[in-house]
């Protein structure tokens, strides 16, 4: 079964610094692999994803993320932070297994709380 | 385009009661997923559908149920509802291909008193 690791239950980061939120994953397959932010009192939005080919990928809200294969790692990053950025983030893994291992469940870490101080 | 609707947004029940919570998507989305967000514990998964009529189980089911009777729609039943149930409950849905992500809805916090 798939499992997503999250290690920083708080990650504080200075406005205008770069920021990065950890994330590791376990999958039999390969992976794909998300990164959501959750603002207070309020659903989980989409911020970007990797399914295949350049392992830098971009997303919303000028982030982007790191896949790393052989660390099984799958880092939120930041080159500037900005207040606006403090939330909660998750980060989620798919196992795409082949065949009958195939397994359609998404599922998240404990999440990071992020904290931009001004 | 209202995307993922969850009713109610908010619900009180004394122990020993039952609900349904409401999930409706108008994507046309055949996959669709039950959520419960607690402090220190992130999300977990208590049941999940590929498709009308289908149903599975996630890392938390027990205590839980739910039916997909038609694909807009996906309902969380709790038929004898515990203390250890109080939390906040998100549904997603997210297309037919892995690799598409899921878009929520906005949650429903239930508290059992």
């Known amino acids: 079964a798939q499992s997503v690791a999250q290690p920083e239950d708080q990650v504080n980061v200075a406005e205008g610094n770069p920021l990065t939120v950890k994330c590791t994953y376990s999958v039999s397959g390969n992976p794909y692999l998300f990164w959501y932010v959750q603002y207070p009192n309020r659903g989980l939005q989409f911020l970007l994803k990797?399914?295949?080919?350049?392992?830098l990928v971009k997303g919303s809200y000028g982030f982007e993320a790191e896949f790393n294969k052989s660390q099984t790692s799958f880092h939120l990053k930041k080159p500037s932070a900005l207040v606006s950025d403090s939330a909660l983030y998750f980060c989620a893994v798919r196992d795409m297994a082949p065949g009958m291992n195939r397994d359609d469940k998404i599922i998240f870490g404990k999440g990071t709380r992020l904290h931009i101080l001004p | 385009n209202a995307g993922v609707t969850q009713t109610p947004k908010f619900r009180v029940l004394k122990t020993g009661q039952s609900m349904t919570l409401l999930c409706a998507q108008d994507?046309?989305?055949?996959?669709m997923y039950w959520y419960r967000q607690d402090p220190g514990m992130g999300l977990r998964l208590i049941h999940y559908s590929v498709g009308e009529g289908t149903t599975a189980k996630g890392e938390v089911p027990d205590g839980y149920n739910v039916s997909r009777l038609k694909k807009q729609n996906f309902l969380l039943g709790l038929e004898s509802a515990a203390p250890s149930q109080t939390s906040v409950y998100f549904c997603a849905s997210s297309e037919d291909r892995e690799n598409t992500e899921a878009f929520f809805g906005q949650g429903t916090r239930l508290t059992v008193v």
């Open positions: 990797y399914i295949t080919g350049d392992n």
């Open positions: 994507m046309n989305h055949e996959y």
